[in-house]
């Protein structure tokens, strides 16, 4: 059974950092893009960052970018996403997507992704 799972949500202080992971279980993600999104209450959910799956190349919406590290490890079959310099915009459910592809691209619409995980909590606040 293909899966996904967020990790790494919590309470965190403005200006603080946080790392969320995105493992994968039942398949290997090394030929599939990755892609966050976040959803706030009220709002629609919206893409954060993406990474492919051959080049590594990445995307960051324009809310963090220069705040914001994907990445992925291949090995552990998991994708990260570094939260620096956090605001209380940020506070949201997080989840991670995957789409199966072996071109250098990824996406940050919803509709281009076959499998997402249950969301993590992040709440930022002081």
């Known amino acids: 059974q293909l899966q996904l799972v967020e990790s790494g949500g919590g309470l965190v202080q403005p200006g603080g950092s946080l790392r969320l992971s995105c493992a994968a279980s039942?398949?290997?993600?090394?030929?599939?893009?990755i892609g966050w999104f976040r959803q706030a209450p009220g709002k629609e959910r919206e893409g954060v960052s993406c990474i492919s799956s051959s080049t590594g190349s990445t995307y960051y919406a324009d809310s963090v970018k220069g705040r914001f590290t994907i990445s992925r490890d291949n090995a552990k079959n998991t994708v990260y996403l570094q939260m620096y310099s956090v605001k209380p915009g940020d506070t949201a459910v997080y989840y991670c997507?995957?789409?199966?592809?072996?071109?250098?691209?990824?996406?940050?619409?919803?509709?281009?992704?076959?499998?997402w995980g249950q969301g993590t909590q992040v709440t930022v606040s002081s």
């Open positions: 039942g398949f290997s993600l090394d030929y599939y893009a």
């Open positions: 997507a995957a789409v199966w592809t072996r071109g250098a691209m990824c996406y940050i619409t919803t509709n281009r992704y076959d499998y």
